[in-house]
């Protein structure tokens, strides 16, 4: 008997798995609920609902893919190409048959320094011998009670001055239950302020537009060089610094200033600059009347 008539299209079927065998006796009618049998086509428009998500994901956006990092930076053997972009990866049928079709996963204690390489030629020993010889001594003039008084003026003031920079633009402080929000440029060290300051950079939370001529991309760099700073001076074993160090770091403070367009830090960091560079050479010249 024809279930499907003599027309062309399809409609649900509803016959039990006993039809065409005998001596199978169908369940009772009242057991089969034909109003939970999917429609035929439902199955198509389901998958094509999955290739729509894998082709868009709708959490992304154009910023979205420029703020994040770089893709590069992972690799498939740890699986962060799916984890990273949320998207469904289908296997590859012929990663067996061709196995130049997936990077080989290498072993964790191996790197690019375990393949191809070259070794440069060693210089003459002349050359060795005079580059170990005792390295010169660097005059240090400033005793180590005036190099933590420098430094630590440079740390107060770009703490003032990032402080500032902050409350200007109106950009967030995250809140974490170890640490008390921000009333005063103390309530955080230099280090917090730079890493503070480094990740409104890098989410770009920081325009270009409100540094010293847009250098957002000198930006992280001219931060990490005043870090040492802030090690300086409050480490109070460490060794002494050399007088060009030490004004190296006040160096850095200024260009720290300089790039937040802060004109009173530049103006009070330029000066410690000239007032410690003039104790320094007056120093030197007493020794050498002496």
């Given at each position: 008997?024809?279930?499907f008539?003599a027309?062309?299209?399809y409609?649900p079927?509803?016959?039990?798995?006993?039809?065409g065998?005998?001596g199978?006796m169908?369940?009772?009618?009242s057991a089969?609920?034909?109003?939970?049998?999917?429609?035929?086509?439902?199955?198509q428009?389901s998958?094509a609902?999955?290739?729509?998500?894998e082709?868009?994901?709708?959490?992304?956006?154009?910023?979205d893919?420029?703020a994040?990092?770089?893709?590069?930076e992972?690799?498939?053997e740890?699986?962060?190409?799916?984890?990273?972009?949320?998207?469904?990866?289908?296997?590859n049928?012929?990663a067996n048959?061709?196995?130049?079709?997936?990077?080989?996963?290498r072993?964790?204690n191996?790197?690019?320094f375990?393949g191809?390489?070259?070794?440069?030629?060693?210089p003459?020993p002349?050359?060795i011998?005079?580059?170990?010889?005792?390295?010169p001594h660097?005059p240090?003039n400033?005793?180590?009670?005036?190099q933590d008084m420098?430094?630590?003026?440079?740390?107060?003031?770009?703490?003032?001055?990032?402080?500032?920079?902050?409350?200007?633009?109106?950009?967030?402080?995250?809140?974490?239950?170890?640490?008390?929000p921000?009333?005063?440029?103390?309530?955080?060290e230099w280090?917090e302020?730079?890493?503070?300051l480094?990740?409104?950079?890098?989410?770009r939370r920081?325009?270009?537009r409100?540094?010293?001529?847009g250098q957002?991309?000198?930006?992280?760099?001219?931060?990490?060089?005043?870090?040492?700073?802030?090690?300086?001076s409050?480490?109070?074993s460490?060794?002494?610094k050399?007088?060009?160090?030490?004004?190296q770091?006040i160096?850095?403070?200024?260009q720290?200033?300089?790039i937040?367009r802060?004109?009173?830090?530049?103006d009070?960091?330029d000066?410690?600059?000239?007032?410690?560079?003039?104790?320094?050479q007056?120093?030197?010249?007493?020794r050498?009347?002496?």
């Amino acid at each position: 008997m024809n279930n499907f008539g003599a027309s062309n299209t399809y409609a649900p079927r509803t016959e039990t798995p006993s039809m065409g065998l005998p001596g199978f006796m169908p369940p009772p009618q009242s057991a089969l609920n034909t109003n939970q049998l999917p429609a035929y086509g439902s199955y198509q428009s389901s998958k094509a609902s999955w290739e729509a998500q894998e082709r868009h994901s709708p959490t992304e956006s154009v910023d979205d893919i420029l703020a994040s990092p770089n893709l590069s930076e992972y690799s498939l053997e740890n699986g962060a190409d799916s984890a990273y972009t949320g998207r469904r990866t289908k296997p590859n049928a012929n990663a067996n048959a061709n196995p130049r079709t997936r990077p080989q996963r290498r072993p964790s204690n191996r790197d690019e320094f375990d393949g191809p390489h070259q070794f440069l030629q060693r210089p003459p020993p002349e050359v060795i011998a005079m580059q170990e010889r005792e390295l010169p001594h660097l005059p240090t003039n400033l005793h180590v009670q005036e190099q933590d008084m420098v430094l630590g003026q440079v740390n107060d003031r770009l703490s003032q001055c990032a402080y500032d920079f902050v409350a200007k633009y109106q950009f967030p402080i995250p809140l974490s239950q170890n640490m008390r929000p921000v009333e005063r440029p103390q309530d955080r060290e230099w280090t917090e302020w730079v890493y503070l300051l480094k990740r409104l950079a890098t989410k770009r939370r920081i325009p270009a537009r409100v540094l010293y001529n847009g250098q957002i991309k000198q930006f992280v760099t001219i931060l990490e060089n005043s870090l040492e700073m802030r090690h300086a001076s409050k480490h109070q074993s460490r060794p002494l610094k050399d007088d060009r160090n030490i004004l190296q770091l006040i160096s850095a403070g200024i260009q720290v200033a300089k790039i937040l367009r802060d004109a009173s830090a530049m103006d009070y960091l330029d000066r410690l600059y000239i007032s410690t560079e003039k104790q320094i050479q007056d120093r030197t010249s007493s020794r050498f009347r002496s």
